[in-house]
């Protein structure tokens, strides 16, 4: 029964355009041989063609499915634990970077995700030079703000690149998300930061790129929630 179970979801897992073409063509077949006489009267010899490209479909899906799909499917069950574990670790970083931009503000959020209420009143609060309440380790001194972005931006991309090498075993979609938060602001940013001497009592210059940050976080959340908790 758990093996029928696990089938029947490779099978839906088929992409939509592909199965409602096999569904129709199948559906096709039963209706011409109820109603083979009439076909054959009324459409002669273009009934017959229908019919064979119907067959030949049906036969490139069964090939498709059981050589190509479903292989792609098994690599998925072995590899998505590992590209998920990775992308749970990139969530992780934007939820350090909440803890610390808390801590260092002495505001707390009633939620998971600050509001942009919240963050308008955190970088209000945070003295950009002062030194952020993260700690590498015992021995060191605390990191600068600019370090500690620069820290999450780092085990952000180590684990964005991991999931990139498998690229060809995720969709678009996906794919897009990690782009996105690659490529967001506030991380771009920080190059820019560090040449720069920046002498500002709060870091209110962040707070919009913190704003599409976190956005775009509680989207890969979302996506990972809903479409790969098949893989866990």
């Not at 499915?65 to 792609?72: A, C, D, E, K, S």
């Not at 959020?109 to 015992?138: G, H, M």
């Amino acid at each position: 029964m758990k093996i029928m179970k696990k089938f029947l979801g490779k099978f839906k897992s088929i992409r939509k355009d592909i199965l409602f073409i096999f569904i129709f063509t199948i559906i096709v077949v039963i209706v011409f041989n109820i109603f083979e006489t009439e076909f054959k009267k009324y459409a002669g010899s273009f009934s017959g063609f229908i019919l064979n490209m119907c067959y030949s479909y049906i036969a490139s899906f069964v090939f498709y499915f059981l050589v190509i799909h479903l292989q792609q499917e098994n690599d998925k069950d072995k590899l998505y634990p590992y590209i998920i574990k990775n992308a749970e670790h990139i969530i992780g970083c934007s939820l350090g970077l909440i803890h610390d931009i808390c801590r260092g503000s002495n505001i707390d959020i009633k939620s998971k995700y600050p509001t942009d209420e919240d963050l308008d009143s955190i970088c209000k609060s945070i003295n950009f030079n002062a030194r952020s309440p993260f700690l590498v380790n015992q021995f060191a001194l605390n990191l600068t703000w600019l370090e500690n972005f620069e820290y999450y931006k780092s085990r952000s991309d180590h684990a964005i690149n991991n999931i990139m090498q498998l690229n060809k075993f995720l969709d678009a979609d996906f794919i897009i998300y990690l782009i996105k938060i690659d490529n967001c602001q506030l991380f771009k940013g920080i190059n820019n930061y560090k040449r720069c001497n920046i002498n500002n009592q709060n870091i209110t210059f962040v707070k919009d790129d913190l704003i599409e940050y976190f956005k775009i976080i509680r989207i890969l959340e979302n996506y990972i929630d809903i479409e790969l908790k098949k893989y866990r």
